[in-house]
Every structure is written in C-alpha cells, then in structure tokens.
C-alpha cells in the first residue's frame, strides 16, 4: 500500500472510529438530558412540583426509553467487533464505561444529534407508523418506475432493470424496489447510515423485534407525555421476508461519496433507472450530480427524483468549521435546465406533500412541497439541451 492509500485508509478509520464513540456514548449523552429536565424541576416552587408531580415518573421513564434505545444500539455495533469483520471496520471497545458497562464518552453535539437522528429515520424507515410517511415519498417513485420499466415475470427469463438508489439512507427504498422485481443497488455516503442499514438489513431477522422511542429527547411540541415516550417497533418487514426471490429482485448497497463510486467508466450507460427521494440537494453542485445522473444511464433510462431543495451545503462552514465549502443554490427552474442540458429530458414536473422524520403526533410538522420530476436519457443522435 502507498504513502497516500494508507493515508487516505487511516482518515477512513479516524472517522469511522469517531462515529463509533457517538454511538457508543448516547447513552451518557441522552440521560444527561433527562438530569436536565430532573434539575429544572426541582428549582420549581414545591406548589407547582406538586401540580406536575407525574413529571417525576416521566423522568423515571424516559430514563428507560433512552436504556432500549442504547440496547438496540450498542447490539448493532456489537455486530461489527468479530475477527470477520474488516479491520479498518472493526469497532473497537468503548473506552471508559460506568458501573453498568456503559461509555462514559461525551462527543460533540452536532455527533450526539446524528445518533439521535438515526434512530428518528429507523422509525422513518422501517416502522409500520411511518408507512404514510413513506407513502408520501417512496410511492410517487415506485409508481413512476413499475410503470415506466416494469420488470419482467420470474418465468421470462430475462434479466431484471438495473436500479440505483443514490442516498439510499437506510435501504428502505431500495428493498421496495427489489422485491418488485428490480435489480437495486443503493448508495450511501454516512457511516451511521451505512452501519445501521447494513444492521437492520443482514441482521434483524425478526419482524418487530427492536423497540426504540425515537421522540424522547425533547420536550418541546407533545401533546401528552405518552406521545413523547411512545414506542416504536423495527423492521416492521425484515429484509428476508420481503418477497425478493419470488419476484427476482435483488438489492446491494454501496459505500462512498456519489461522484466517485458512479462517475467512472465502468457505470456509463450500466443502469436503467436512477431514483433519487431526498437527495439532489445534498450535492455540493447539482450539475455534477445530474451529470453523473446521465452517464449512469443508458439511452432511453429514467431518471425519478422526490424531493425539495434544502440545500445541505448552503450553510457549509457550520459543518467544518470556518472553511467555506462549495455550495451553488439552484431553483427547480433551474435544476430543469440543467438536467435537460445534460440529456435528461423531463417529461414530468409535479409538487406534492412530503414529510420526513416527523413525529405524527407532534405538535410542530414540517412539511415539503417536494417535485417529482421523471426525465428521460436522450440518445446522442436526438442530442442535448432544448429547455
């Protein structure tokens, strides 16, 4: 191995290991939260801790909310300690634990929301709750797809379209497509996602079998405390039972950033169809995504993207300190230009409802106004441009 592979192999690790540490400490860092709330309460005059006396015992379970949470996440990371597991993915211990084994690592904030925001897309992903959630997202994509390409019967003996799922999070997506039939391949750039769907993925054998409260950590917009404490249970349809092998599906997911893993030779003209929910506004330049897009595809392949444009970068220097990262805010309008420039011809501009992440119950919601576009690989002899 060269001087700047084992460099770049050794950052790899540092970051891997660092998302390590934010997993291994949300325990500490979640409870902490709960002391929080217990501190506040007790400085109320004791007439009004007597009014919201119930607090105490909400406290009490929140204190065990945040306990199954950590269970589920310290055996997924168990998963990922054996001898078989690569080394440069090897989790290590967790260094300094309390008396019940727990790490007693405290990690930067921006890391302990991360942690906190995998277990909000687990309940996104694979609950049976969010099934309307998902509907709102998942099914304009798949509806475009099945009718567009539908794939072939078990018994034609042809080979199944190609689907690339960019962003593909926690494979969510990317099971429903292969099991209607398509060959998927998901990617995905975040360790905490890659970790966590590769867990639910390969390893939750059983439906329902994990039980998270991903809305426990604050106490803003609850209409009761039950809400905020309320039980989620994951995969609602674990990846073995999802109907693949009678259908001819397949799914894989790939590690690394977009335009390194799909801008090489080896994928020019390899897909069918690119989908992509929530992920063009990730790019640090849209272009180069729909670029990449359209050398993915073959002549004639579909592109479907759901999604609004909050753009991720927009406030780069918040991520990386001061450095200012490379972010070009593009308007729909634009983001149709562009891809018709690149050879992505749209036939299809629709806004519709979207959320993401939400709690159904809270008393805030965002909600997106998302386009479904679906575009169309032009050959070269029809040419590029025209709007």
Request: hydrophobic share 35%.
């Amino acid at each position: 191995m060269d001087g700047a592979k084992a460099e770049e192999v050794e950052q790899e690790r540092e970051a891997f290991i660092k998302i390590c540490r934010a997993i291994q400490g949300y325990a500490a860092d979640a409870a902490e939260e709960v002391h929080r709330w217990e501190r506040m309460f007790e400085r109320l005059p004791p007439a009004h801790q007597t009014l919201l006396a119930h607090h105490r015992d909400k406290h009490v379970e929140a204190y065990r909310c945040v306990s199954r949470n950590d269970k589920f996440l310290q055996g997924m990371l168990a998963t990922y300690m054996g001898d078989d597991v690569p080394p440069h993915l090897r989790v290590p211990p967790a260094e300094g634990t309390d008396a019940t084994g727990r790490s007693t690592h405290r990690v930067a904030p921006a890391d302990v929301e991360k942690v906190r925001y995998v277990l909000k897309n687990l309940a996104r992903d694979w609950s049976a709750e969010a099934a309307g959630e998902r509907e709102q997202s998942h099914g304009p994509i798949i509806r475009e797809l099945t009718a567009r390409l539908p794939p072939p019967k078990p018994d034609e003996g042809k080979y199944p379209p190609r689907v690339l799922i960019p962003g593909a999070g926690l494979g969510r997506l990317v099971m429903e497509i292969a099991r209607r039939g398509y060959e998927a391949e998901g990617n995905e750039f975040s360790y905490y996602m890659l970790l966590t769907s590769s867990y639910v993925l390969n390893h939750a054998d059983d439906a329902n079998e994990w039980v998270i409260h991903p809305w426990v950590h604050s106490n803003c917009n609850h209409q009761s405390d039950a809400h905020q404490l309320a039980t989620v249970r994951i995969p609602d349809v674990p990846a073995w039972s999802s109907g693949m092998n009678e259908t001819g599906g397949s799914m894989s997911m790939c590690a690394g950033d977009f335009v390194e893993c799909y801008g090489d030779e080896q994928n020019v003209g390899a897909w069918d169809s690119v989908c992509t929910c929530f992920f063009i506004d990730t790019a640090h330049n849209v272009v180069e995504y729909l670029q990449v897009i359209a050398r993915c595809l073959k002549p004639g392949g579909v592109w479907i993207n759901f999604g609004p444009l909050l753009y991720h970068w927009a406030e780069g220097a918040g991520y990386v300190g001061t450095q200012e990262e490379l972010s070009v805010e593009m308007s729909l309008d634009d983001v149709c230009l562009a891809a018709n420039h690149v050879g992505l011809r749209i036939e299809k501009r629709e806004m519709s409802e979207s959320r993401y992440t939400s709690d159904p119950s809270s008393m805030l919601q965002t909600v997106y106004n998302c386009a479904l576009l679906v575009a169309v690989k032009v050959g070269e002899s029809e040419g590029k441009g025209g709007g």
